[in-house]
């Protein structure tokens, strides 16, 4: 498989309520020189994370121990600019397999949906009740149920549907990428090119 598979994740939360976070910004271009997707969540926010003699900026969330989980709240378009898989390749290899926010850039959700990493995209109220529910307990869970597509607040109950497209929901309750999923079929495709040569 190329990533675990997704169904439904119940985790805390890290709340990042920046609006319009670019690919530069999660993963610096002066990082983009490995070819694999290891080692990329070290560098995740860098110019954010660190001071320029690499000790940690205490003011950012990653950096603040009472926050932590597999599910990352963000603000409002997140993943615009540049088109570079590192960005998600980055938020997967630091761990997160989830990232909320009220829009996405489409080169960032799509590339996120190949590596595994789910996009939820909600309401900006709702997104809201996220932070502020994170805000009241910094351990606060949040389900994310893939097959019914909901997200919600366990504390509250609150819930939300999201949308997703149902090949790329297929791949990921499976674990598959693109490849993963073409050989999947393959004795479907075998049997497919067999009849069409007679």
Same mark, same amino acid.
């Given at each position: 498989m190329a990533y675990d598979k997704?169904?439904?994740?119940?985790?805390?939360?890290? $709340?990042m309520p920046i609006e319009n976070v670019d690919t530069d910004q999660i993963i610096p271009a002066r990082f983009l020189k490995?070819?694999?997707?290891?080692?990329?969540? %070290?560098?995740l926010f860098r110019d954010w994370r660190y001071n320029n003699d690499d000790s940690p900026k205490q003011d950012f969330v990653l950096n603040n121990p009472i926050y932590s989980g597999k599910i990352l709240v963000a603000g409002k378009n997140f993943g615009s600019g540049s088109s570079?898989?590192?960005?998600a390749w980055a938020i997967y290899d630091y761990g997160f397999r989830c990232v909320v926010s009220s829009f996405f850039a489409d080169i960032f959700k799509n590339n996120s949906l190949n590596i595994g990493i789910l996009p939820v995209q909600v309401s900006p109220e709702f997104l809201d009740k996220i932070?502020?529910?994170?805000?009241?307990? $910094?351990?606060?869970?949040?389900?994310?149920?893939? $097959?019914?597509?909901?997200?919600?607040?366990?504390?509250?109950?609150?819930?939300?549907s999201f949308a997703i497209n149902t090949y790329k929901k297929h791949n990921l309750t499976?674990?598959? %990428? %693109?490849?993963?999923?073409?050989?999947?079929?393959?004795?479907?495709?075998?049997?497919?090119?067999?009849?069409?040569?007679?």
């Open positions: 997704f169904t439904v994740l119940t985790s805390s939360a890290v $709340p490995a070819t694999e997707r290891k080692g990329f969540g %070290d560098n570079r898989e590192h960005a932070f502020t529910a994170i805000e009241a307990d $910094p351990n606060a869970q949040v389900e994310v149920n893939l $097959p019914a597509q909901t997200i919600t607040i366990l504390a509250t109950g609150e819930s939300e499976n674990g598959f %990428d %693109d490849i993963d999923y073409l050989q999947a079929m393959k004795d479907e495709i075998q049997s497919f090119a067999a009849k069409s040569m007679y």
